[in-house]
Each structure stands twice: as C-alpha cells, then as structure tokens.
C-alpha cells in the first residue's frame, strides 16, 4: 500500500511544490496574539520535522471567520499577491478550515493549502513505521478526506492510495471514490482488529507475570525516549523532532529495591491532536490507559511548559486515564535553580503535585525518580511477582510492543 504523503513534491492538481511554505495564523484581539504567535512557533516546528522550509509567517486580526473563505477578501487578496511574489509556496494554516473554505482558498490562491490537522496526518505518514502505525495513519487520513470530496479538491486524495479524484471529478466520480474510501477503511478496521487482538495477547501475557507498568506521556518533544534511554540504557529513537516517537516501546526498569516496573515510551501529545487520529490511536495510547502509574514529562525549559502540561493533562482526561501519576519536569540541566524553582512551582500548581526534576541527558535526578516509581509500585501493584523484592525468575527483559508484520 502506498503510504500517503501529502507534502511531498509537486503538486500537479494546482501547480506548486509544497517544499516552501507560507504559515498564516489568526488572533481575534490584541491579547490573543502571544498566545497564536506560541501556536505558530509550533507550527514552524511542525513544518520543519516535514522537511519544509518557511518562507514568511504571518498573524493576522481576525473576528469572525467568513464560511466561504475563512479570511475575509481583502486579506484574501492581499495574500494572493504575496503568495505570487513568493514564487507560490504552499499555505500552512493554524486555524481549521472547513472543506469548503480549504477549497475556495486553493481556487484563489492556485496554490495547496493545509490545516494544522493536515500537516500533522502528513508527519504521522511520514513516521509511521510498524503495520499498526500504517493502518492507524491511513484510516485517519481517510476519515479525514472523505467529507472533502468535491470538485476541485485535488491534492491531497491524488496522493492517497490511489483512490483519489482521477480526471474529470464529476459528482459520479465523487460517489465512486465515496464508496471506495468507505470500502477501504472498512478493511483497514478488520486488519486494525486482527493487530488489536495480537496487541491484547501480548498484553496478557504480559500481565500474566503480573509487572507493574508506568508509561512516560507527555507533550511531543518533552524528552520521554530520552528519558526511557536513560534510565534503561536503551537506544530507542530521540531526536530533536516533533513525534519522533510513533509507536509505544516497553523496557524493563530495575527499581532499588529489586522491584521491576514495565516502562512504555509513547506517541507525545499536542495542541489540537486531529481527532481522526486520536480515535485511529486509540489502540495504542490503550498502553496508556492500561499503565498502573503514569509518568508525565514536561520540558521545563520550553516557554510553554505549563499550557503544554495543561494540554496534557487535558488529553489524558479527555482518555479517561485518572491513573496515579507522578509529575516530571525534564532538561533541567537547561535552567538556573531559580529557574528551577519558579518551573516546578508554576507546573506544580497546575498538577496539583510536587514535582520530580530531571535531566535525562546529565543523567541527574534519576535516583529520586527511581525511588518515587519504587514506592507507588508498592503502594500499587502488592500482589504482584514483581512487587517482590528479588525474586529469581523474570520475562524476557525487553518486551517490544511493536505489531507484528
Ligand atoms: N538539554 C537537554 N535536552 C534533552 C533532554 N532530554 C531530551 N532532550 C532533547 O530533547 C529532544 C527531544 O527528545 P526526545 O526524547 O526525542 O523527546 P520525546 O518526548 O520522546 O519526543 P517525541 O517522541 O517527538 O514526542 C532531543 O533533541 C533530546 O536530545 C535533557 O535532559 N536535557
Ligand atoms: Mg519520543
């Protein structure tokens, strides 16, 4: 199956390549401004883990969205001409758009334009690797691209598997690609069912040797594999990218007192997370639900920590998972102890808690850390195996919770 790619190369529907990109966000007032220029921070970041450059970036005052168009048609045109005199990159857009509006900009502008949710689906195309991650990815695209079915819509389901607009997009076409998208995700649910089921097998046997498990959640970026790295001397992929990391990994950790804990590295979470891909990931952030003691990872040295925290702390509701949680603050080595101190103050007040500091990367902390999991292992997890200090037998000491095939 072809992995669908919507930033990669020449766009033959409206004429442009996508490796250059304007990214245009809007503020409703003066006091909304910082808070979208952090938005389109990320947005550049996002843009810059696909491998595109930005050429300009621009915040625009915006009340009231128009429905057609999004922007109202002045800004439209004024951007016309500035996407001229660009040599036509392709537009990034923080704000969702409707269908409607996405298709109406691309007519004016001749150019692809991609919502923040787009741009996203591209990048979990992009890193996808394991059959879950794949099937997961592209029922997401799907479900995304189904209601934008309609004349003139190009891009995007050109490059999706080939079961997109071919020639002239007549409305039967568009009920042809309708039935045929639906078909395709009802096979990708049945293939997704047959991986669960192998996911959940494992997971089994897993908690037959009944071992605590602790997953690291955090926003993307936050230093989770660092940190699983770390404390597991393992070489699971970190990198100075957003979701570098797409399917969970598990580790055994040995704690100080003999105890072990299960440690799942996970998919990092984000502002505005495309619901598609929240439902297509459900299996997998199940580790996440399924874990007796989240860990949660901030980046204490990231402007944003504490609205990052808040996102977190949000998804996890919004998962259900009310685990017992241990707060972390991480790259610590980044700060002053004053920083320091303010960081944990501020992120603790959100949580709730007081929280851990570490740096993965000078490796300090790390005994605090160890002892805390140690102790809610106890508190939490009493009748297992594991929960015996020393005991002789143990599984196999690395459990890859990747999908087989
Ligand atoms: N200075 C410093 N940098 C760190 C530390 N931990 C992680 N980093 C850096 O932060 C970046 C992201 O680290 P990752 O461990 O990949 O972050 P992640 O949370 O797994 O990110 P995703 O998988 O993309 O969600 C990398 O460039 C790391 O080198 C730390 O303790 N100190
Ligand atoms: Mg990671």
Same mark, same amino acid.
């Given at each position: 199956m072809p992995q669908s790619d919507a930033l990669s190369g020449a766009d033959p529907g409206v004429g442009a390549t996508l490796d250059r990109v304007i990214v245009v966000g809007t503020a409703d007032s003066r006091a909304d401004r910082e808070r979208r220029e952090i938005e389109l921070d990320e947005l550049?970041?996002?843009?810059?883990?696909?491998?595109?450059?930005?050429?300009?970036?621009?915040?625009?005052?915006?009340?009231?969205?128009?429905?057609?168009?999004?922007?109202?048609?002045?800004?439209?045109?004024?951007?016309?001409?500035?996407?001229?005199?660009?040599?036509?990159?392709?537009?990034?857009?923080?704000?969702?758009?409707?269908?409607?509006q996405q298709r109406n900009l691309q007519e004016a502008w001749g150019v692809p334009v991609l919502d923040r949710t787009e741009?996203?689906?591209?990048?979990?195309?992009?890193?996808?690797?394991?059959a879950e991650g794949r099937v997961q990815v592209e029922m997401a695209q799907l479900e995304h691209v189904l209601p934008r079915l309609a004349g003139g819509w190009s891009h995007l389901e050109r490059q999706r598997?080939? #079961?997109?607009?071919?020639?002239?997009?007549?409305?039967?076409?568009?009920?042809?690609?309708?039935?045929?998208?639906?078909?395709?995700?009802?096979?990708?649910?049945?293939?997704?069912?047959?991986?669960?089921?192998?996911? %959940?097998?494992?997971?089994?046997?897993?908690? &037959? #040797?009944?071992?605590?498990?602790c997953a690291l959640v955090g926003y993307t970026n936050a230093g989770k594999s660092t940190l699983l790295n770390t404390l597991t001397r393992s070489e699971v992929l970190a990198d100075d990218l957003l979701f570098a990391t797409l399917d969970p990994t598990s580790r055994r950790l040995d704690l100080p007192s003999g105890r %072990?804990?299960?440690?799942?590295?996970?998919?990092?979470?984000?502002?505005?997370?495309?619901t598609e891909l929240?439902?297509?990931?459900?299996?997998?952030?199940?580790?996440?639900?399924?874990?007796?003691i989240l860990c949660i990872i901030v980046d204490g040295s990231h402007p944003d920590a504490e609205l990052q925290l808040e996102t977190v702390l949000d998804t996890l509701a919004a998962m259900d998972c009310d685990q017992p949680s241990v707060l972390v603050v991480s790259k610590c080595d980044r700060l002053s102890p004053s920083q320091l101190r303010q960081v %944990?103050?501020?992120?603790?007040?959100?949580?709730?808690?007081?929280?851990?500091?570490?740096?993965?990367?000078?490796?300090?902390?790390?005994?605090?850390?160890?002892?805390?999991? &140690?102790?809610?292992?106890?508190?939490?997890?009493?009748?297992?195996?594991a929960n015996r200090p020393l005991i002789a037998a143990q599984p196999a000491d690395v459990t890859q919770t990747r999908a087989a095939g």
């Open positions: 550049e970041e996002l843009a810059r883990t696909l491998r595109t450059t930005v050429v300009e970036r621009t915040l625009i005052t915006l009340r009231e969205p128009h429905p057609a168009t999004f922007f109202r048609s002045g800004v439209v045109e004024t951007l016309r001409s500035r996407i001229a005199a660009l040599d036509r990159p392709a537009v990034l857009s923080n704000d969702p758009l409707t269908p409607r741009v996203i689906l591209a990048i979990f195309a992009r890193r996808a690797t394991t598997g080939g #079961v997109g607009l071919r020639g002239g997009p007549g409305e039967k076409q568009i009920e042809v690609d309708r039935r045929l998208i639906r078909h395709r995700l009802k096979r990708l649910r049945q293939r997704l069912d047959v991986i669960e089921r192998q996911r %959940r097998t494992r997971r089994t046997a897993r908690t &037959d #040797v009944p071992l605590a498990s %072990r804990v299960i440690i799942t590295d996970t998919v990092g979470f984000i502002q505005g997370l495309p929240v439902e297509a990931f459900a299996a997998t952030l199940e580790e996440v639900r399924q874990a007796h %944990r103050l501020r992120l603790g007040d959100i949580a709730g808690t007081s929280p851990l500091a570490v740096s993965a990367l000078r490796a300090t902390g790390l005994r605090e850390l160890r002892q805390t999991l &140690d102790s809610m292992t106890a508190r939490l997890v009493p009748d297992t195996r």
